[in-house]
């Protein structure tokens, strides 16, 4: 059984850093790619970031590029998403989700509870 817990949202004022985890549980961790996505009030859910299974491998969704830096510690079952630079539209709560290195929503099997980010301007 895989349970992701996501944990380090809050409230931040533009331009600020946060520093998201999302601690795995079960033995499929290190084998599997992971992604972080987000929803913002009355918008569907969108992809932000995610990785391979190593490391060796990442991708951004145009909007945090430059910005936000997706890792992970295979040793910790741990994923973390670094956010720089943030800006109020980055307001969202965020979702670590395992199982795909792509966009797609429903190519990922396993989801966290979400933890919430607000940026004030």
């Known amino acids: 059984q895989v349970q992701l817990v996501e944990s380090g949202g809050g409230l931040v004022q533009a331009g600020g850093s946060l520093r998201l985890s999302c601690a795995a549980s079960g033995r499929t961790f290190s084998f599997s790619p992971m992604g972080w996505f987000r929803q913002a009030p009355g918008k569907e859910r969108e992809f932000v970031a995610a990785?391979?299974?190593?490391?060796?491998?990442?991708r951004y969704a145009d909007s945090v590029k430059g910005r936000f830096t997706i890792s992970r510690d295979n040793a910790k079952s741990t994923l973390y998403l670094q956010m720089n630079s943030l800006k109020p539209e980055d307001t969202a709560v965020y979702y670590c989700a395992q199982g795909a290195w792509n966009t797609r929503e429903r190519e990922y099997e396993y989801w966290g509870q979400g933890t919430q980010v607000t940026v004030s301007s």
């Open positions: 990785i391979t299974s190593r490391g060796g491998s990442t």
